[in-house]
């Protein structure tokens, strides 16, 4: 069993910046694909960013890429997600995620442990 709880969210200016927590506890996350998702209302969940087991390999959805970094620290059991040049139509609900899988994947339905998620609002 793995806990996630996610942190750092809040309201942030268009442009801005934000960088989100996952802490993961009750097991090591080092052998889990992890993964960023958001929901935005009357959306469905959809895939950020995921991060290979060493954190050598990212992979980004269109819509962030150039503007959002994902990164972890197997050591501290945390994965981040650094979100730069912010849009509006980035205000959803952030979901840290955890997969057993030794490769990317980017369904929701794969992903095995969820975070309670936390509110990105951006607006000026």
């Known amino acids: 069993q793995v806990q996630l709880v996610e942190s750092g969210g809040g309201l942030v200016q268009p442009g801005g910046s934000v960088k989100l927590s996952c802490a993961a506890s009750?097991?090591?996350?080092?052998?889990?694909?992890m993964g960023w998702f958001r929901q935005a209302p009357g959306k469905e969940r959809e895939v950020v960013a995921t991060?290979?087991?060493?954190?050598?390999?990212?992979y980004y959805a269109d819509f962030v890429k150039g503007r959002f970094a994902i990164s972890r620290d197997n050591a501290k059991n945390a994965v981040y997600l650094q979100m730069n040049s912010l849009k509006p139509e980035d205000t959803a609900v952030y979901y840290c995620?955890?997969?057993?899988?030794?490769?990317?994947?980017?369904?929701?339905?794969?992903?095995?442990?969820w975070g309670q998620g936390t509110q990105v609002t951006v607006s000026s």
């Open positions: 995620a955890a997969a057993g899988y030794s490769w990317h994947v980017k369904r929701p339905s794969e992903y095995d442990y």
């Open positions: 009750g097991s090591t996350i080092s052998s889990y694909i």
């Open positions: 991060i290979s087991w060493g954190g050598e390999i990212p």
